[in-house]
């Protein structure tokens, strides 16, 4: 009796739920209608054309549709069709759509599976946007366009995606937004542009590219979250912020690639090195700004510029060697870059611009090109530079251009600089001797501000540098300076120069050389004791020519090596407590060292300078003024380049059997109980 009570009660509801079934139907189109029965949830579109008008204008009607059934013969969705349908689980269009309209899709929350046919060739913006289920999509194999947000927020979205060589279009954010996992694209777009807004291509984890790929466009793959990439053949141009924080950990740029935009891989926190290929001859700007794990960069031979800001804060990076071809380094180009421990910087550049080496920690080597004229504002700033071999062709050092060098410890400014601008030198804690050179004109305020270990400073500008009262304070006041003979008096009477202890001209005791291109003026201090002085200047080793003058500096005798030839011009200063001579017939670009000895009546050597200058053009380095070094002349060794220490050297006849040599440029002496230079400081 139940069994059968049972039974009537199904057969009352199925009669009741059919009952209620509700049909709906209308037109979408001049030759298109459609029917939804509510009972089976399935829409039919029949009929031919493109779908128009507000279709399915009634809302309440969209929560039955789980299925469509579009017929061949349909061109299009119309736009906002189906949006908000939020039963529809599948889709799968016939191959005569052509064009999927605005928002046609958006906001079906159960849409699973997206088939779109093979003649697809636009899908308009925000089509399937926040269809949070969508798991599988098949892209046409004709589709050229897809809209600004067209898959926005697909959040699901895991399986492949294929790409085809005719996408020519793809619009900002077209599948950006948050994701629970990251599908495959499989790109073959040859050449795709796409939407200035950032992230077309967020969604992907990986991406496979086609053989035939040509060009990867701007922010294609912006903040995808990608692992490795490694580019066809095929690819020559990269656009900006192609690949910007994308989480790549390696890419493989191909040879073909001729073009990198701005910022191509910024931000990339897991990229440890790069390859950049020969045909690049432009590092744009940023390009590999906040790399923070990039290590080492390959730059090619032929790169001609590296751009703003290009490695900054690559704090690891350890190595990037800098092409010979490449002539401009921009602003901030190695800002930050903390583990970088040298640089040498290629011959022909001219100029080094604006924090180019800014808070390079650990950079303790900088080689210098000959070429060199400027050094912008703040270029090294901050670093750890410990000696400063700066070109004589440099003219212009910038504010706070080598602010706080707590290593540096000597500094020799090259005379073509005329003005030290503010702060270039303010905070090098451990510098102890400056050296200006003959043209420096203007020293800015705070140049020298808070170097309070300076003990000693050199000036070789006739005419005292216009300064500031700020230029040097915190120097001590009991640093020596030292000046022309000529010019103490306007040092001593200037209040910022006239602050520091300056010999008095009685007693000066070291020798100047002002070198142009084929003279040397040679000014020394005077001995009352003296009967004649001497000049001895060598060339590569071996003696140029000889010089003997009388108490007043007049020419007494010359003699030249062989081959040699030279004429002498007597400059009789009428300065008491100095002398000077101006030896001409010299070879421009030429190093030479000197030995001027002041002798008493039996021609026994009272006082013995030693020293070096070089004429017009020369590029290598000097040792400087000369000093006083020794009661006996030394003896120049016949081979300049001789790695022997006992090659060329002749004793003194003292009692000690001292030997003594200029050897690589240096004044050393040899005694049994070892080789010490003109400090005394053991050589070996």
């Known amino acids: 009796m139940k069994t059968k009570v049972f039974i009537i009660l199904v057969c009352l509801t199925m009669m009741a739920s059919s009952a209620y079934a509700t049909v709906y139907n209308g037109v979408c189109g001049e030759n298109l209608t459609w029917t939804l029965n509510s009972e089976d949830s399935t829409l039919v579109i029949s ?10 204008g009634d809302y309440a009607s969209r929560v039955y549709i789980k299925h469509i059934v579009f017929p061949e013969g349909m061109t299009s969705v119309y736009g906002r069709a189906f949006s908000g349908c939020p039963a529809l689980e599948s889709v799968t269009l016939p191959d005569s759509v052509i064009t999927i309209g605005n928002n046609a899709f958006e906001n079906c929350g159960s849409l699973r599976v997206a088939r779109l046919g093979k003649n697809v060739r636009t899908i308009e913006q925000e089509a399937f946007r926040n269809c949070s289920a969508l798991k599988h999509l098949e892209l046409s194999d004709s589709l050229e366009s897809i809209g600004v947000r067209a898959f926005n927020n697909c959040v699901s979205l895991t ?17 950006g937004g948050d994701r629970i996992g990251g599908s495959v694209a499989v790109w073959k777009a040859r050449h795709c542009q796409t939407g200035e807004i950032a992230t077309p291509m967020k969604h992907f984890a990986h991406v496979v590219f086609g053989d035939k790929v040509e060009y990867i466009g701007p922010n294609l793959f912006s903040n995808a979250l990608l692992d490795t990439v490694i580019l066809p053949a095929s690819v020559d141009t990269i656009e900006h912020h192609a690949f910007y924080a994308s989480g790549l950990s390696y890419i493989e740029l191909p040879p073909s690639l001729a073009y990198i935009g701005s910022e191509a891989f910024y931000g990339n926190l897991s990229l440890k090195s790069l390859v950049i290929p020969e045909n690049i001859s432009t590092i744009p700007g940023s390009m ?10 390959t730059l090619p031979d032929g790169l001609q510029i590296i751009g703003e800001f290009a490695f900054s804060n690559c704090s690891v990076l350890k190595r990037c060697d800098i092409p010979t071809t490449v002539q401009t380094i921009g602003n901030g180009a190695f800002y930050i870059c903390s583990s970088l421990p040298s640089v040498t910087l290629p011959e022909g550049m001219t100029r080094i611009a604006d924090v180019a080496f800014q808070s390079c920690s650990m950079l303790k080597e900088v080689h210098f090109p000959q070429s060199l004229t400027t050094i912008g504002d703040g270029s090294f700033q901050e670093c750890a530079i410990d000696s400063l071999g700066l070109p004589p062709s440099l003219n212009t050092i910038g504010e706070n251009a080598f602010r706080s060098l707590t290593y540096l410890k000597e500094l020799i400014i090259p005379d073509e600089v005329r003005q030290i601008k503010s702060n270039a030198f303010e905070g090098c804690s451990g510098l102890s001797k400056v050296v200006f050179g003959k043209k420096t004109a203007m020293i800015d305020a705070d140049a020298f501000k808070n170097d309070s270990l300076i003990t000693e400073i050199r000036c070789r500008a006739a005419y005292p540098p216009l300064v500031e009262s700020a230029t040097f304070a915190g120097v001590p006041d009991s640093t020596w300076l030292f000046v022309p003979v000529q010019s103490i008096a306007a040092y001593a009477e200037d209040p910022v120069w006239g602050r520091f202890r300056m010999p008095k001209e009685e007693e000066i005791n070291y020798v100047t050389v002002d070198a142009e291109e084929t003279t040397a003026n ?8 003296a009967s004649s002085y001497q000049i001895d200047i060598y060339k590569d080793g071996p003696k140029f020519c000889s010089l003997t003058l009388d108490s007043r500096g007049r020419l007494l005798g010359i003699s030249f090596a062989p081959g040699r030839n030279a004429s002498m011009d007597n400059a009789d200063s009428g300065i008491p407590s100095s ?5 001409t017939g010299l070879e421009v670009a030429s190093r030479y060292n000197y030995v001027l000895s002041a002798l008493d009546a039996t021609g026994k050597p009272i006082h013995v300078y030693f020293g070096d200058f070089a004429t017009t053009g020369y590029t290598g380095d000097l040792i400087g003024d000369g000093y006083e070094v020794i ?39 040899i005694t049994p109980q070892g080789i010490y230079d003109i400090t005394g400081k053991r050589i070996k």
Do not use: H, Q
């Open 288 to 297: 590999c700004g906040r790399c923070s794990a990039l290590e080492s960069v």
């Open 579 to 583: 002398l000077s001579f101006m030896v």
């Open 631 to 669: 009661p006996t002349p030394p003896v120049i060794p016949r081979n300049p380049e001789a790695k022997d220490y006992t090659e060329g050297i002749e004793e003194t006849g003292s009692e000690e059997a001292e030997k003594k040599a200029i050897i690589e440029g240096r004044l050393l002496f």
């Open 522 to 529: 040679f000014i020394w201090p005077t001995d009352s004791t």
């Open 47 to 56: 009929g031919r054309g493109d779908m128009s008008g507000w279709t399915f």
């Open 159 to 175: 399986d492949t995606v294929v790409f085809p060589e005719t996408l020519s279009s793809i619009g900002g954010n077209a599948f």
